[in-house]
DNA sequence: ACCTGAACACCGTTCAAGT
DNA sequence: ACCTGAACACCGTTCAAGT
């Protein structure tokens, strides 16, 4: 379609014109059904995982679709609807366990591993769980799932709100973290930032560097796909759960 | 200056004139001293603060500075690393509390309530802290700090590392999730999401709604700083502290 | 050293018009 | 119902030139 268009005077420039015709000759061939809103989320994730979430953009998606921007504004809303499209599926990849009614703490360390496996699948996308305050089917379903269980787990009340969100909360806020984007080497040069400090300051960290080197919070260059944190994780959530358990005996 | 310029036959659009020049009679009057990076970054935390974090922009910046916006690069190099000097900023806007060589858990307890103070005086740029891997004079100082205080608390080795993570790993994660961006209002309603979910769905969500609207992860709206999650945030820490505190007496 | 003035290559979003 | 084609009002960044 678009070869049989002429728009050599148009005022739109040349980089207009290739970047955003649709490629009927694309790999997929020739379009048979209509896009689909899923469709249009699928691709959204996929440029975030390749590219990371700052690449998303409205045109570069409807690049990759072959179909004008306007197009995916027909499907998805505009893009804080998309990214909260996106959000709503990988949600839906973390399967909830089945809860047996006795052991809340093994059920709560098997959802938090279920979720850090999505997690790790979608890196770059972690990101907006964390900073974005979830609202969907999926979330609400998520939500229901671990208030169930701390109701049968006796826990009620203001008890179970705090519990609820030290442990729920405390999980979904570490991934985020752990996922965090890496700075860009432009900006920010580790081991610049280590020697421009003076001999004499930091000697704790100093003394523990080989240690903790690209494996703990404020000591690390690398995101954790590609220096995992599981580890310390599962020791963050069994303390976590250690602790709201003693907490309520002790009552 | 500008207004002893003519620009009105320039091929400059008319609102970027309006949007760019220089404010000679702007409140603070003409300006004396050279621009300063140290007010470059206030001002760009005064911007996230005031107009919210995607509300940031290198032009806008500018605009508020009273100068073009290659001015804004000359002193700050390029948006993420201006993003790097006002998180700098922030973090050293929290004073790491003395240790007294005793009291481990209250030292942490003490760091993460000063913590929350000052990210909840910038809710808005929270979310850099938890999605961009820090690397600062001052995220290395607090680094050192903490692995001071463990290290003189009798933590050692795999130990040290993954005690230092659970516990300030998931105080700073947790800020992050607490302090997240509000839901756009054209974007997600909550009662509608709420709504459009089958009457015999998220039972147990539905019991507990009164209980826990507004107050708990994905079952608010609000962001931290109108809707507080402190008492959440406390337990949170002194459940990892005391597990933390119990796993390493067993051993 | 510090800033202007202008340009380049992008963005998100909207809208009338086509099929 | 679904998509095109074009426009509008922005972005980040660079660079030669001024002082």
Redesign the pocket.
């Known amino acids: 379609?678009?070869s049989s268009?002429s728009?050599s005077e148009?005022?739109?420039p040349d980089?207009y014109a290739d970047?955003m015709a649709?490629s009927p000759d694309s790999a997929a061939g020739p379009?048979k059904s209509?896009?689909s809103r899923q469709t249009v989320v699928a691709a959204a994730l996929g440029i975030i995982d390749d590219e990371g979430y700052n690449a998303?953009?409205?045109?570069?998606l409807a690049q990759r679709l072959g179909?004008?921007?306007?197009?995916v504004?027909?499907?998805a809303g505009?893009?804080?609807q998309l990214l909260a499209l996106v959000s709503d599926h990988v949600l839906r990849q973390i399967e909830v366990p089945v809860f047996d009614g006795s052991d809340w703490k093994g059920w709560f360390l098997e959802l938090g591993h279920r979720s850090r496996a999505v997690f790790a699948r979608h890196p770059r996308f972690a990101a907006y769980f964390g900073t974005n305050i979830q609202v969907s089917s999926a979330s609400l379903s998520m939500a229901d799932s671990v208030i169930h269980v701390l109701l049968r787990s006796g826990f009620e009340g203001e008890d179970l709100v705090h519990s609820y969100n030290a442990a729920f909360g405390g999980i979904f806020a570490w991934l985020t973290g752990e996922f965090a984007a890496e700075p860009e080497h432009e900006a920010i040069d580790f081991d610049a930032a280590l020697a421009a400090l003076p001999p004499d300051e930091i000697p704790a960290l100093r003394s523990q560097f080989e240690l903790m080197s690209n494996r703990a919070w404020m000591v690390r260059w690398n995101s954790g796909s590609s220096a995992p944190m599981a580890a310390s994780f599962t020791l963050m959530m069994t303390s976590v759960l250690e602790g709201i358990d003693s907490r309520r005996r002790t009552r």
């Open positions: 379609m678009r268009t728009c148009a005022i739109q980089y970047a649709p379009r209509p896009l998303l953009t409205m045109r570069g179909v004008y921007p306007a197009t504004y027909w499907h505009n893009k804080s």
